[in-house]
Structures are given as structure tokens and as C-alpha cells.
């Protein structure tokens, strides 16, 4: 069917890397790096890590927040889609992640645009909040625990700029998210998926991207 979106099966899927991925080679290596991490599942894909730059660069965006670096392939694909004077602030409670990633910051030439920010990211935003931030952001991406994603959007919701924009991970969760919640995870992304579409403060596309990519433009 032409009007809806395709599933791709593998031979699918390698034509559109092969058709279209764009790589820094700094990039490549944090992917081949973390391939055999037993959490390598985490790190999102290159093709999102591409559209995530392309949307960065769309909108010129300049201060940007990252909730969940893991080993820092979004980070690192944001970051090269930033001007030489952009910043992202980078959220994470783990080091021993994040420090894999670092290497490949360097490696790119991006790490000085990288403000690596250790702690729970609620208290990492609200203190941004305090220190009188809101509204000063272009883009948000959220993609840490899934529990927290309303807390995170709230927050990101009052730190980006009319017109800046929240790209929220894993909204469709393997598919879960259509059938009956059996975890917290998954309630916890349904409700926010619910809220979301009747959400006024926003402008909204959820993507099937990868493992579904909500985009909300703050109005
Ligand atoms: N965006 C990453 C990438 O592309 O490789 C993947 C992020 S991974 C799915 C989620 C990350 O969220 C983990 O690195 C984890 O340590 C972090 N995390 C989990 N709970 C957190 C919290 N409360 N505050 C900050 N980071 C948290
Ligand atoms: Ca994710």
C-alpha cells in the first residue's frame, strides 16, 4: 500500500543504509565500538542519528540538551551537526558509558561542544530551571528511563524556545505500546503517547523511526 509506511524487511533496510548513511569516521568508530558492549541494543541508529542532524541543522539550532548519552552516538551526531560555537548539554548517570564515547568526541573534534552532565537528569534540568534557562534551548532529545520521559518532557517543554523542538525515543517500544501495558516502562511511554496527541502546548509527528521517534514542536 502507497499511503502508509512500509515495513522493511533486511534487504530493505540495507539499501537504505547503503543509500544513505553519511557517516563521520569518528562515528563509525563509536559504532563498531560499542557493537560488542552487552547493551549495544541502546545506542540509536545511524539512520536516526542522521535525521537527528538533518532536524538540527533544519532548524539552525544552536544550545542543545541530550537526556541518555549512553556511549554518546546521538550525542556525537548532534554535535557535528552543531555550529563551532553550538552547545549540546549532554545527561547521563553513568560514566563508565559515557567514557567510551569520549575518544570518538575528541576523535571528531566536537568534544568542546559537549557539556557531559553526571547526575539524575531531572536534577541536572531542574537546576538549569533555577539557574534561569527556560526558554533558552533550540532541540531536546530524551531517550533515558522510560519512567521518567514525563518528567523529562515537562522540563524540556519549559527549557526549549517557542519553536524549538523535542525529539522523545522509543515511543513505539517494539510495538508494545499497542497492546495491554505488563511493564512500567511501557505505561509510562502509553500514557505519555496519550498525552502527547491531545497536548496543545505542541505541534506533533510521531515517526516509526527506528523504534519510534515523537517530534514536539513547543508552540
Ligand atoms: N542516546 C544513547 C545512544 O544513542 O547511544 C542511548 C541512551 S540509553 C537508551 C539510556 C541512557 O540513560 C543510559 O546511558 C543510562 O545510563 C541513562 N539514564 C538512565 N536513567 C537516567 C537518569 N535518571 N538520569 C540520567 N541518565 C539516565
Ligand atoms: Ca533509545
Not at 182 to 190: E, N, S, W
Request: hydrophobic content about 45%.
Amino acid at each position: 500500500m502507497a499511503n502508509r509506511t512500509l515495513e522493511l524487511d533486511d534487504t530493505l533496510y540495507q539499501y537504505v543504509l547503503d543509500h544513505s548513511i553519511r557517516e563521520h569516521p569518528a562515528q563509525t568508530a563509536l559504532r563498531a565500538a560499542t557493537a560488542s558492549h552487552p547493551l549495544a541494543r541502546m545506542q540509536i541508529s545511524p539512520e536516526q542519528g542522521q535525521f537527528m542532524a538533518l532536524l538540527v541543522k533544519l532548524m539552525g539550532a544552536r544550545r542543545t540538551i541530550e537526556i541518555g548519552v549512553f556511549t554518546g552516538y546521538s550525542a556525537l551526531s548532534v554535535a557535528l551537526a552543531l555550529p563551532a560555537h553550538g552547545r549540546l548539554l549532554a545527561c547521563d548517570l553513568n560514566d563508565a558509558y559515557t567514557r567510551i564515547g569520549q575518544p570518538y568526541w575528541e576523535q571528531a573534534g566536537v568534544a568542546d561542544r559537549i557539556e557531559l552532565c553526571l547526575g539524575p537528569a531531572l536534577e541536572t534540568l531542574d537546576a538549569r530551571l533555577a539557574g534561569g534557562e527556560a526558554g533558552l534551548y533550540d532541540f531536546a532529545f530524551i531517550d533515558a528511563d522510560k519512567v521518567s520521559y514525563d518528567g523529562y518532557y515537562e522540563r524540556c517543554l519549559q527549557l526549549v524556545r517557542s519553536g524549538g523542538l523535542i525529539a522523545i525515543d522509543n515511543t513505539l517500544w517494539s510495538g508494545q505500546v499497542a497492546a495491554p501495558a505488563t511493564t512500567d516502562d511501557t505505561a509510562a511511554l502509553q500514557a505519555l503517547n496519550t498525552k502527547l496527541h491531545a497536548d496543545q502546548r505542541i505541534d506533533l509527528s510521531l515517526l516509526p523511526l527506528s523504534d519510534g521517534l515523537t517530534l514536539a514542536r513547543k508552540r
